[in-house]
């Protein structure tokens, strides 16, 4: 297995997601997370030093610009920083974006750290997302965090309960397949994920889920559905634990553990 990039298919990726209800929810989820997290680092509401990793379209950049932090973006699709850098550049800010078109694993090479890293629907495309989780620790201040959203491979397996699809479950085939296919080639066991972030001195300080049932609706229920009411419900219920754990995306707050040399 190799990396993943999104060269020649941002488009699809755009209208496929960003464009749709899957793409407003997770936005949602994690700006009102963000909103609620980042006062832990933003006493006096200083500008904070911001790396977002695999940026995608830049959605959740723009969110943190218009914000007066001070932005650093990485992406290594071509495709993916230009629409990002377009999407930037059209804001008014007083602290201009920094791109750079490098991958994850390459980060940690220029020896900055920052007040907030942002890693959002990332490791489930790399080869070794333990190894990416060993990356982005050497990436955050001693006091700073790491927003980390990643897609849940329990859902994924409660979605195939659902539709009874259970030779996928028996025989593992839950990557997705193709190279424009917008499933995830790993889906992450969020009890792996609990012990690599451990391995890599981060505990976990906030938690929520994306999607917790907008993902299982059935049709027409799905699109009937008002997207205001969508949201509304979702963020109600994306914190709730009965319900966090079934979310698409599970998106982690995850703090230094102190006292440890990282």
């Known amino acids: ?15 496929k997601i960003y464009a749709s ?25 200083r500008r904070l030093r911001v790396l977002d990793v695999g940026a995608g379209l830049g959605h959740v950049s723009e969110w943190l610009l218009l914000r007066g932090h001070q932005l650093t973006v990485s992406e ?15 804001l008014q800010s007083a602290y201009p974006a920094t ?15 920052y007040d907030l890293v942002i890693c959002h629907a990332v490791l489930e495309w790399l080869a070794d997302p333990a190894d990416a989780l060993q990356h982005l620790s050497q990436l955050v201040a001693p ?9 849940n491979r329990d859902a994924l397996a409660y979605k195939n309960l659902i539709k009874g699809q259970f030779r996928k479950l028996k025989t593992n085939q839950l990557a997705g397949q ?15 994920m609990a012990q690599w972030a451990s391995a ?14 907008y993902d299982y609706m059935p049709e027409p229920f799905k699109s009937e ?34 006292g440890l040399d990282r």
């Open 143 to 151: 006091t700073g965090a790491l927003s980390l959203a990643f897609y």
């Open 200 to 213: 890599a001195k981060f505990r976990l300080a906030g938690e929520s889920g994306v999607r917790v049932f």
């Open 225 to 258: 559905a008002k997207l205001e009411e969508l949201i509304e419900q979702e963020l109600h219920y994306s914190q709730h634990p009965a319900y966090r754990h079934l979310g698409r995306y599970l998106h982690w707050w995850l703090r230094p553990t102190p």
């Open 1 to 15: 297995m190799t990396d993943r990039y999104f060269d020649q298919i941002g488009a699809h990726f755009a209208r």
């Open 21 to 45: 209800p899957k793409g407003a929810i997770r936005l949602a989820v994690l700006a009102r997370d963000l909103e609620q997290w980042l006062p832990e680092l933003n006493e006096g509401e």
């Open 99 to 113: 791109y750079l078109q490098v991958p994850l694993q390459a980060l940690p090479e220029r020896a900055e750290q």
């Open 76 to 90: 290594p699709s071509t495709e993916m920083l230009d629409a990002t850098r377009e999407r930037l550049q059209a």
């Open 178 to 192: 193709g190279k424009r296919s917008l499933t995830p080639q790993q889906p992450l066991d969020p009890r792996d």
